[in-house]
């Protein structure tokens, strides 16, 4: 392959990567900027008549509050270091693999997305703030904020892409 082709590819690579990332980081933040100064703690403010509502509360544990209760050492560990070296290895692992498909990486990114915009609130803030509550009558949520949809939303493209692969797969070899 032409060398000027390869690193053109490389430069579109990073350049997704890096605007994919930066979009999730930024509306993470800038949507908990917003609640954190316009509602008030525990306010409930309706969107969409009782099944979407706007709830600001502060997260000091990790996904449903799981690990509130840890000592703060242990919980530094846990919730804040050991997650920033997983989306460091997941950084690395993007950058350098080269034969990854788009939905792939964008199922990543948008992980290490989510990750990135927590993170940074637990070091800032010392807790992560959660706002979004859906209802969705026979289940409710818990309170959540958009790099746990981030998260949710690169998991969903992950396993997504993974059945269909497999499916695929499956299809082709029984023909």
Same mark, same amino acid.
């Given at each position: 392959?032409?060398?000027y082709?390869?690193?053109?590819?490389?430069?579109?690579?990073?350049?997704? %990567? /890096?605007?994919?990332?930066?979009?999730?980081?930024a509306?993470?933040?800038?949507?908990?900027n917003?609640?954190?100064?316009?509602?008030?703690?525990?306010?409930? %403010?309706?969107?969409?008549?009782?099944y979407?509502? /706007?709830?600001?509360?502060?997260?000091?544990?990790?996904?449903?509050?799981? =690990?509130?209760?840890?000592?703060?050492?242990l919980k530094?560990?846990?919730?804040?270091?050991?997650?920033?070296?997983?989306?460091?290895?997941?950084?690395?692992y993007?950058?350098?693999?080269?034969?990854?498909?788009?939905l792939?990486?964008?199922?990543?990114?948008? %992980?290490? =997305? $989510?990750?990135i =915009?927590?993170?940074?609130?637990?070091?800032?803030?010392?807790?992560v703030?959660d706002?979004?509550?859906?209802d969705?009558?026979?289940?409710?949520? $818990?309170?959540?904020n958009?790099?746990?949809?981030?998260?949710?939303?690169?998991?969903?493209?992950?396993f =997504?892409e993974?059945?269909?692969r497999?499916?695929?797969l499956?299809?082709?070899?029984?023909?």
């Open positions: 392959m032409n060398i082709y390869m690193k053109a590819k490389k430069i579109l690579k990073v350049t997704f %990567i /890096l605007i994919i990332l930066c979009s999730n980081i509306c993470d933040q800038v949507s908990k917003i609640v954190r100064h316009k509602i008030d703690y525990n306010e409930q %403010i309706s969107l969409i008549g009782k979407l509502t /706007l709830t600001k509360v502060e997260n000091t544990g990790a996904f449903l509050s799981l =690990g509130n209760s840890l000592p703060k050492n530094l560990i846990i919730l804040t270091i050991l997650p920033l070296i997983v989306l460091g290895f997941a950084i690395v993007i950058l350098t693999k080269n034969n990854l498909s788009t792939t990486l964008l199922g990543i990114v948008f %992980i290490v =997305g $989510g990750g =915009g927590n993170i940074y609130d637990r070091f800032i803030y010392g807790s703030t706002f979004l509550h859906i969705f009558v026979i289940f409710q949520t $818990g309170i959540f958009m790099a746990d949809v981030s998260v949710m939303l690169g998991t969903f493209i992950l =997504g993974f059945y269909f497999k499916a695929n499956s299809h082709k070899t029984l023909h």
